[in-house]
Every structure is written in structure tokens, then in C-alpha cells.
């Protein structure tokens, strides 16, 4: 199982990005999709996360109104697009599938994990 994330950059303040992460060797369609980021110095958090219909959305709270997750089952695809983007967006970000679903999600309740992507926005 991978699951590759794309789409990392520099970019700077007030921009906007999209991530994409495609899931392989197995399919994640009837499974919570999420992203977590890492910054430097800091411990990994929660920035979203998607049913397996797309029906339902969770945000944190520091995203919510500038990110928007989605995903294309058919593609076994999970996409983050960042809006107005902050200097405090900076950081590693990583794709994440987690087998049971929950109303939050910690990075102990992911299963899968993909490798990061970096997001570095400047001011």
C-alpha cells in the first residue's frame, strides 16, 4: 500500500496551493481520507478529513474557510485545496487513511500513511 502526496511548493502569503494524494495497491474508497501536517519543531496535527462518500467534512479549526478537502473515489484520490495561505501553514504535509471512522482525528487513529509534501509559504 502507498500513498503518494503531490503538489508541495513555495508559495507566498495570501496564495493558494492543491494538494493531491493517490492512494495504490489497494482501494480506500469506503474509508476516512485525511491530511496532517507537521511543522518544524512542532508536533504532527489534524488539518482534515473526508468520509468515504465525500457527505461529510472535518476541518481544524486554524484551516477552516481557506481549506477545502475532497476526494475522487474513482481515482483513489484525496485533494487539499489551500486558500489565503499564512506563514503559519508552513510545514510538511501528509496524507492519511484511517480504517475506522471517528467524529476527530488524532494521528494515532491513522492506519496508512503516506510520505510528506512540503508547503513553505512566505510572507
Same mark, same amino acid.
Given at each position: 500500500?502507498? #500513498? ?14 492543491? #494538494? ?59 485533494? #487539499? ?43
Amino acid at each position: 500500500v502507498q #500513498l503518494q502526496a503531490f503538489g508541495g511548493g513555495l508559495v507566498q502569503a495570501g496564495g493558494s496551493l492543491r #494538494l493531491s494524494c493517490a492512494a495504490s495497491g489497494r482501494t480506500f474508497s469506503s474509508r476516512v481520507m485525511g491530511w496532517f501536517r507537521q511543522a518544524p519543531g512542532k508536533e504532527r496535527e489534524f488539518v482534515a478529513a473526508i468520509s468515504w462518500s465525500g457527505g461529510t467534512t472535518y476541518y481544524a479549526d486554524s484551516v477552516k474557510g481557506r481549506f477545502t478537502i475532497s476526494r475522487d473515489n474513482a481515482k483513489n484520490t484525496v485533494y #487539499l485545496q489551500m486558500n489565503s495561505l499564512k506563514p503559519e501553514d508552513t510545514a510538511v504535509y501528509y496524507c492519511a487513511v484511517a480504517l475506522i471512522p471517528r467524529n476527530t482525528y488524532y494521528p494515532r487513529d491513522m492506519d496508512y500513511w503516506g510520505k510528506g509534501t512540503l508547503v513553505t509559504v512566505s510572507s
